[in-house]
């Protein structure tokens, strides 16, 4: 989908954050889908997800949900959000939903060159192929890359600017660890595509560096 184009980061970074979304359609596959879409939540639970959310429920294994109550939640139409944190285990993922073959609409985000290049080695043909065209407009008005890297994992800009820097703050001194900080930021995304390791991997590079002056 559209709102996990604009992640921004290094290519390093990146190479660590994936995006795959489970859409069924009215009209095509939404009536009867409730036991299709289980069997692919349960493939995606097994692959490893660093985040994942079903529209039936709106709650990310951070806030107490377990796997069961979610996969209970599952009804006709649930649409469901996750990312992974290595290439592998999203490969594995899109290999099992392949061999499930539930016919389900299936969206993938990532670093395009290696998204398609895992397409290629398990025989996969995408449909469509969006790109993110960059930010234009007042960019002087947005905040500096550093914190964009964080606010762009979710791609209906809830995470605030504000809360980044008070979290690196925080974890400069001491008050909190990176996993805390890292929860803390992921906890206002509903869409479930921030990805909590990557963040903790951010923070651990970006907190030694933090200054009120330069964020």
């Known amino acids: 989908m559209t709102h996990s184009l604009h992640r921004e980061g290094s290519v390093d970074s990146l190479e660590r954050d994936y995006c795959l979304f489970v859409y069924p359609a009215r009209g095509f596959n939404y009536a009867g889908s409730a036991p299709r879409l289980r069997r692919l939540l349960e493939i995606l639970y097994e692959a490893g997800p660093s985040n994942i959310i079903a529209t039936s429920l709106r709650r990310n294994p951070y806030s107490g949900v377990g796997r069961q109550e979610v996969l209970d939640s599952i009804k006709d139409g649930t649409r469901i959000y996750c990312t992974f944190n290595s290439r592998d285990k999203l490969k594995e993922a899109l290999r099992r939903i392949k061999e499930a073959d539930e016919g389900i609409s299936i969206v993938v985000g990532g670093l395009i060159d290696r998204v398609r290049e895992m397409a290629a080695e398990i025989e996969l043909k995408p449909h469509t192929i969006n790109l993110s065209l960059g930010i234009h407009g007042r960019t ?76």
């Not at 605030?160 to 690196?168: A, E, F, T, Y």
């Not at 400069?172 to 995304?189: E, F, Q, T, V």
């Not at 991997?201 to 030694?208: F, G, I, M, V």
Request: hydrophobic residues 35%; glycine residues 6%; positive net charge.
């Open 140 to 215: 002087d008005r947005l905040p500096p890359p550093e914190i964009r890297q964080f606010t762009t994992m979710c791609g209906h800009g809830m995470v605030s600017p504000n809360l980044v820097r008070d979290v690196i703050r925080k974890v400069k001194r001491g008050k909190m660890d990176y996993w805390k900080g890292s929860l803390i930021l992921a906890a206002p995304c509903t869409c479930g595509i921030f990805n909590p390791h990557r963040s903790e991997e951010l923070l651990r590079n970006l907190a030694p560096l933090y200054t009120v002056s330069r964020w």
